[in-house]
């Protein structure tokens, strides 16, 4: 159960941070190299913001934040600890849909496809 365990206590120790220090204000963290050389945001931009919403509650600015990382990458992360956390707990190996290779292609599919739709006339809704 070690491993599990650190990861949420690592987990939480990055979300406190984030929760704590605001990541809407400038400077309050590093910035996006990816936004800076190329002047379009990239799938994880706004990432910070939203995880930082979601901790005070805000589910409506988090989606604006990153649409991605609400719906997707936070919940699927969440199932995957549990999961984990269950099978180390029964003794059994750990498996889960969402490792599977069509999952796993499908991911960086989405994040490509969410990083381009975000820069879009049309998916302006979908930036930070």
Known sequence: MGAPLLTAAATA????TVHLRD????GSYAFCPWLLLTGVACPGCGGLRA????THGDVAAALSGNLVVVAVL???A???????TRSR??????TSPLLSRPALWSL????????????LPAGAWLAP
């Open 23 to 26: 990541p809407h204000e400038a």
């Open 51 to 54: 995880v930082h919403d979601l």
């Open 78 to 84: 969440l199932l995957l600890w549990l999961g984990w």
């Open 74 to 76: 936070v919940p699927a």
């Open 89 to 94: 707990w029964r003794g059994r190996p750990f």
């Open 108 to 119: 960086p599919v989405l994040l490509v496809c969410f990083g381009v739709a975000r820069n």
């Open 13 to 16: 120790a990055a979300v406190a």
